[in-house]
């Protein structure tokens, strides 16, 4: 039963802001009035020192010396003591508002980063559920025009809350520039699936969603293609050409030149058989050329 009460109570209880509602405010009130007799000290260490600059050390007067100097040095200590003494005091309110002054600028600028990180959370929060309902409109009407390679973020819309209503739906706006942009999508593949190498243009187009651009590019491509094709096919020809050209040359025939054989002048003398010495008169007269006997001998034959 305890327990259950002690539950009721926590449940009622309640964060209770805060506030200050007067205006920051630091001043000095009255300047602290110092009782001293300083400055006599002062007048009487001015005098002194007048006195030993005019005064002729004899013995007398130096033994008075040594003793007026431990005076004038414990005056001396007893004038700085009191210096310390009454700036420290004085300094005491000054100090105890400088450090809380200082452990409150940090204790305030804590408190600002802590409700500026829970402030930012939330604002996030809220613009992503408007992000992820326009996403969500943009995808069901691209869906609707078959384009489904287009995303909300291709539109460079900031987000922002004032692309909802106060109802929370999405403004008429924003809604018109969504419909635009997919229509227009649409309307570009429509136009891109009526041309040669529409596969090609409508991969190019997913790139940057310009047509223009697109058909360009693929067409230009086809044409560099078509004319190295060109080139290559011409240059196939012509070889092609040079080949039967050099065949047509092989196959024409030189001029015969009638070669004048040269004219010579043989001598010889045959020692053989009577039979064989007619074989060779026979063979000489049977071939073009002169002949003569050169001596006579016997039983020659003409």
Not at 137 to 154: G, R
């Amino acid at each position: 039963m305890k327990d259950i009460q002690d539950a009721e109570v926590l449940e009622e209880k309640t964060l209770i802001k805060p506030e200050f509602k007067e205006e920051i405010n630091a001043e000095i009130i009255g300047t602290a009035k110092i009782e001293d007799n300083i400055k006599k000290v002062k007048e009487y260490a001015i005098k002194v020192k007048e006195y030993y600059t005019g005064v002729v050390f004899t013995a007398v007067t130096k033994e008075d010396a040594v003793k007026e100097k431990a005076d004038i040095n414990k005056f001396k200590k007893q004038v700085e003591d009191f210096r310390k003494q009454i700036v420290s005091k004085y300094n005491e309110p000054i100090k105890l508002f400088e450090d809380t002054a200082k452990e409150t600028e940090k204790l305030l600028k804590e408190t600002y980063n802590l409700i500026n990180v829970q402030v930012k959370a939330f604002d996030d929060e809220q613009l992503e559920k408007v992000r992820e309902k326009i996403e969500s409109y943009f995808n069901e009407y691209a869906q609707s025009k078959n384009i489904d390679f287009v995303n909300f973020s291709q539109m460079n819309i900031s987000v922002t809350k004032g692309l909802l209503t106060s109802t929370g739906n999405l403004t008429k706006k924003v809604q018109d520039q969504i419909n635009e942009f997919v229509d227009r999508c649409a309307k570009d593949v429509d136009l891109i699936n009526t041309l040669e190498h529409k596969e090609e243009i409508l991969i190019e187009y997913k790139k940057n969603l310009k047509s223009a651009e697109s058909i360009a590019l693929v067409m230009d491509r086809y044409k560099q293609l078509e004319e190295m094709k060109q080139e290559k096919e011409s240059a196939k020809e012509q070889v092609i050409n040079d080949e039967e050209m050099l065949k047509k040359i092989d196959s024409l025939s030189a001029p015969k030149v009638q070669r004048q054989d040269e004219i010579v002048l043989l001598a010889f003398e045959f020692i053989g058989p009577k039979e064989s010495a007619k074989i060779v008169a026979n063979t000489l007269k049977s071939i073009e050329g002169k002949y003569r006997q050169l001596r006579k001998v016997e039983d020659h034959y003409e």
